[in-house]
């Protein structure tokens, strides 16, 4: 059964701390991404990576980075968290030949 | 950048009645995907529609793609209370998925019993 897994299903942090957020997938995908969800803004892409070590910049990076150290592995650090990335996160890997995304359960997050 | 309109944003009805729900763009995609997310869960994937005016038909789901490969359509048949969910629509643009597809803001369904 393939499986995209992340770390954290609920953090809560406070105003300009370090955030790290981790998913796996275990079916072996060159590509990955992170979306964050909003009521009314549906899905928008922050970030997404080819390969290891690779990324891009999807719609919305701004106060977020990521790290592709490894090809399972897709973290995303919010490097000073604020109350507007209050939000729930979801990560992603997609199927590249019928482009089929499977997604983690989510992670949300709480800024205060 | 390619948008997808989704209409309507809030579906609220009883079980038994069909609905449809839309979505729509000024934009041509290769493909267009369906997903239906569960509260506390990741979206999960329905159907990939590919040629224009193809029909998929999932048990009480039918999925339409427009001709012009513009717009989409899911229709549900004697809805139950199972179909509640949020229903989302994702187009691939000519760069292929590999660079994210564009989703739709999604219809909140309820099926009421």
């Known amino acids: 059964d393939v499986k995209v897994t992340q770390s954290s299903r609920y953090l809560v942090k406070r105003t300009g701390e370090k955030v790290f957020l981790e998913c796996v997938q275990d079916m072996d995908h060159e590509n990955m991404f992170w979306y964050r969800q909003d009521p009314g803004l549906g899905l928008r892409l922050i970030y997404f990576s080819y390969d290891v070590k690779m990324k891009e910049k999807g719609d919305i990076p701004e106060g977020y980075s990521v790290s592709r150290e490894k090809k399972e592995r897709f973290s995303l650090i919010l490097e000073s968290a604020s109350t507007n990335q209050t939000s729930m996160y979801l990560c992603?890997?997609?199927?590249?030949?019928?482009?089929?995304?499977?997604f983690g359960e989510g992670s949300r997050l709480t800024v205060l | 950048t390619q948008l997808l309109e989704q209409s309507p944003q809030f579906l609220s009805i009883q079980e038994g009645e069909n609905l449809t729900v839309y979505c729509n763009s000024s934009?041509?995609?290769?493909?267009l995907q369906w997903y239906r997310q569960e509260p506390g869960e990741g979206p999960v994937l329905l159907v990939t529609?590919?040629?224009?005016?193809e029909v998929k038909k999932l048990k009480r789901l039918t999925f339409q793609f427009g001709d012009a490969r513009k717009d989409s359509s899911l229709h549900i048949t004697a809805a139950q209370p199972g179909d509640t969910g949020l229903y989302l629509c994702a187009g691939e643009g000519s760069g292929g998925g590999a660079d994210g597809l564009t989703f739709g803001k999604g219809t909140h369904l309820i099926i009421q019993p």
């Open positions: 529609v590919v040629t224009g005016g």
């Open positions: 992603a890997s997609i199927y590249s030949l019928t482009g089929e995304l499977f």
């Open positions: 934009s041509v995609f290769s493909s």
